[in-house]
């Protein structure tokens, strides 16, 4: 933005929100001095953390396994940036799903203002249909059809974007429930001006719920989605065999 732009932008400010940018702007600045001071101890023994957390847990669970292979590094480097996360404060308290969030809300937020929406959901069930098709297989070998719901709710990118919040597989793990991940990136977008034609109901009813029939309807099974609740925002989906 140019001298003048950002001039223009500060006197259309309020008091507000003139205060509101100058204490962001002095946190952000705290903050990057203290993630500096972090990452320079953390750093060096990155490797050694990852190691030393991997071996916590496999003690704490009764495990002899090697959790992380020999990736003590990533491990050590996803480790470091969650506690980074842990301190972004303002302008309000981030979580380790909120880039999967953002970035998942501008592309539904896209499809929606642009009338895209059926387009952009077929072109969701095309991508996974190869993904998919291995289990398919595999519930044709097994007649367990738990595996379709596994197939689309255990992989890294669904539970990524939920684990924040919290979820848990029930009755054999043919049935998951979950707290729906949007609602405070939403919220924060909408004070600005941002996917404010987008709800977690119309995320839920509108996005969610066509993409996963979609993929049901490939894995030649039924989904059952819970009506949505605005007072819990629990998300429950179980799988049934075709009638």
Known sequence: MSATGAAVQETTMTEEERARADAIMKGWFALNDYTQAFEAKFGPITAEIGRAVADLVAERIGTTDNLIEDRDAEFGRIIGNTIRTFQMK????????DALIKEQL???DF???????????????ESMREILSERVYWIEQTGDISLALDAITTPTCFRDLVA???????????RVSYLSPYKRILEKGWKRGIWTNLTEQKIHEEWTIPRFRGYADHLQVKLVFSPWNEETRIIEISVE???
């Open 90 to 97: 303002l302008p309000y308290y981030h979580q380790g799903n």
């Open 241 to 243: 065999p075709l009638a």
């Open 164 to 174: 924040a919040e919290g979820f848990e597989f029930h009755d054999n793990r043919h």
């Open 111 to 125: 499809a929606f203002s642009t009338g895209k929406v059926d387009e952009m959901i077929e072109w969701d069930i």
């Open 106 to 108: 501008k592309w539904v």
